[in-house]
């Protein structure tokens, strides 16, 4: 049976561009807030360095404390639970009520479960709704997560997957996850497509990973907009000059949303049928279905 606690909440805020700014750097973590980004995702594990996670978990206290408005917009990665440092991760953080989590390094489904009896219990101790603190999380990163990227159908919290491929080549042994044109090997869009599917099979947001190179935002929109097509919804960065461009590749056109909203008028007027000319073309219900889809995320359905 499933606890309240377990439940998935609704996510409050959209989910297109996730910037990353580490924990212990006050003027970057502010930068992030005030960006257009859709989630400012300040990071207690890879951009911290051990001797610095002490200070970095106090300075996302006080920060997340200091914004009363949008803190739901406001997440913190925290380290991985095969580490030491995740209780205190969330012993700092929890108090000053963060709209919600990344979680890394995932080994499979048995690690959310595990997070979310730990945060039950923060939840409780600090005066939060129970289960109201969400989850995205890193399914790839390890090479057993893999075998497990289809598991995550009614994990408690979970809104969001995505994929990581450092961590990934680092599991395997790898001396480089690309390929002789820059492009991923074929192991790590495999991880990108396990992720994608696994976002599908758990009715969540799949998240693609980050672009190392900031300044190439050509490269960036191209990667941003084949993504979504393929069926992403949103994009890590690491840099604010990458948010707007994340922005816009996945925001629905107009005329997206135009041909959207004849579609569904269309088969609305037209009950029971399976298919129907549309535009010197014919139509199914998997167009219908897309098409109530995009209506849902831009809330026109």
Same mark, same amino acid.
Request: charged share 25%.
């Given at each position: 049976?499933?606890?309240?606690?377990?439940?998935?909440?609704?996510?409050?805020?959209?989910?297109?561009?996730?910037?990353?700014?580490?924990?212990?750097?006050?003027?970057?973590?502010?930068?992030?807030?005030?960006? /257009?980004?859709?989630?400012?995702? !300040?990071?207690? &594990?890879? #951009?911290?360095?051990?001797?610095?996670? @002490?200070? %970095?978990?106090?300075?996302?206290?006080?920060?997340?404390?200091?914004?009363?408005?949008?803190?739901?917009?406001?997440?913190?990665?925290?380290?991985?639970?095969?580490?030491?440092?995740?209780?205190?991760?969330?012993?700092?953080?929890?108090?000053?009520?963060?709209?919600?989590?990344?979680?890394?390094?995932?080994?499979?489904?048995?690690?959310?479960?595990?997070?979310?009896?730990?945060?039950?219990?923060?939840?409780?101790?600090?005066?939060?709704?129970?289960?109201?603190?969400?989850?995205?999380?890193?399914?790839?990163?390890?090479?057993?997560?893999?075998?497990?990227?289809?598991?995550?159908?009614?994990?408690?919290?979970?809104?969001?997957?995505?994929?990581?491929?450092?961590?990934?080549?680092?599991?395997?042994?790898?001396?480089?996850?690309?390929? /002789?044109?820059?492009?991923?090997? !074929?192991?790590? &869009?495999? #991880?990108?497509?396990?992720?994608?599917? @696994?976002? %599908?099979?758990?009715?969540?947001?799949?998240?693609?990973?980050?672009?190392?190179?900031?300044?190439?935002?050509?490269?960036?929109?191209?990667?941003?907009?084949?993504?979504?097509?393929?069926?992403?919804?949103?994009?890590?960065?690491?840099?604010?000059?990458?948010?707007?461009?994340?922005?816009?590749?996945?925001?629905?056109?107009?005329?997206?949303?135009?041909?959207?909203?004849?579609?569904?008028?269309?088969?609305?007027?037209?009950?029971?049928?399976?298919?129907?000319?549309?535009?010197?073309?014919?139509?199914?219900?998997?167009?219908?279905?897309?098409?109530?889809?995009?209506?849902?995320?831009?809330?026109?359905?």
């Amino acid at each position: 049976m499933t606890t309240p606690a377990a439940m998935v909440p609704t996510p409050l805020v959209r989910m297109r561009s996730w910037l990353f700014a580490p924990g212990d750097s006050e003027k970057k973590m502010a930068k992030a807030a005030d960006s /257009a980004a859709d989630i400012a995702l !300040f990071d207690l &594990e890879d #951009a911290v360095a051990t001797e610095n996670k @002490g200070l %970095a978990r106090q300075l996302v206290h006080d920060f997340l404390a200091s914004r009363t408005e949008g803190r739901e917009r406001l997440w913190v990665r925290i380290n991985p639970l095969d580490g030491p440092y995740t209780l205190l991760d969330l012993a700092a953080v929890m108090p000053a009520r963060p709209g919600g989590l990344m979680l890394p390094k995932v080994y499979g489904r048995q690690d959310v479960d595990r997070l979310d009896h730990y945060l039950s219990a923060l939840e409780v101790a600090n005066g939060i709704e129970p289960g109201s603190t969400p989850l995205i999380v890193l399914i790839t990163e390890t090479a057993e997560a893999m075998f497990h990227t289809g598991d995550y159908k009614g994990a408690p919290r979970v809104v969001a997957l995505t994929w990581g491929a450092e961590d990934l080549a680092d599991s395997i042994g790898a001396s480089s996850n690309r390929n /002789a044109d820059g492009s991923y090997g !074929f192991t790590y &869009e495999l #991880a990108r497509s396990l992720c994608l599917l @696994g976002a %599908a099979s758990a009715g969540v947001t799949a998240i693609d990973t980050i672009q190392g190179d900031f300044r190439d935002l050509e490269g960036l929109k191209a990667r941003a907009e084949k993504v979504r097509r393929d069926g992403y919804r949103g994009m890590l960065a690491i840099h604010p000059a990458q948010v707007d461009v994340i922005n816009a590749a996945f925001t629905p056109t107009e005329e997206e949303i135009n041909q959207a909203i004849e579609i569904v008028d269309l088969f609305s007027k037209n009950p029971g049928v399976g298919t129907i000319g549309y535009k010197g073309g014919m139509l199914d219900r998997p167009y219908l279905s897309r098409a109530e889809h995009l209506l849902r995320q831009v809330g026109r359905l």
